[in-house]
């Protein structure tokens, strides 16, 4: 099993910046075969893909809305995963979810992720 936690919601103006943390651990988890992705999901919507890396070597993949804005980050040290948000929007406002997938191949869509965190919410005021 893995546990992702993720820290680092809150509530911010627009044009502002927030940094989410995902920390990664278990008795299965090994840095080296998984990716992450972050994905969030607005009230009546579908959970949608934001950003994705994989331990080694590094890569990621970033959804066209957030380009530019959103970094995707990690720390091998800390098993973590992180998420830096800047220029947010109002339409960035989302609960954020932290997913790991049992290879270290980057994916775009949820159903390729095999554990969730619980969420952490964003909102961007205008």
């Known amino acids: 099993q893995v546990q992702l936690v993720e820290s680092g919601g809150g509530l911010v103006q627009a044009g502002g910046s927030l940094r989410l943390s995902c920390a990664a651990s278990g008795r299965t988890f090994s840095r080296y075969r998984y990716a992450m992705g972050w994905f969030r999901q607005a009230p009546g919507k579908e959970r949608d893909f934001v950003a994705a890396?994989?331990?080694?070597?590094?890569?990621?993949n970033y959804a066209d809305s957030v380009k530019g804005r959103f970094t995707i980050s990690r720390d091998n040290a800390k098993n973590t995963v992180y998420l830096q948000m800047n220029s947010l929007k109002p339409e960035d406002t989302a609960v954020y979810y932290c997913?790991?997938?049992?290879?270290?191949?980057?994916?775009?869509?949820?159903?390729?992720?095999?554990?969730w965190g619980q969420g952490t919410q964003v909102t961007v005021s205008s």
């Open positions: 997913a790991a997938r049992s290879s270290i191949v980057l994916a775009t869509t949820k159903f390729a992720y095999d554990y």
């Open positions: 890396i994989n331990w080694n070597p590094g890569s990621t």
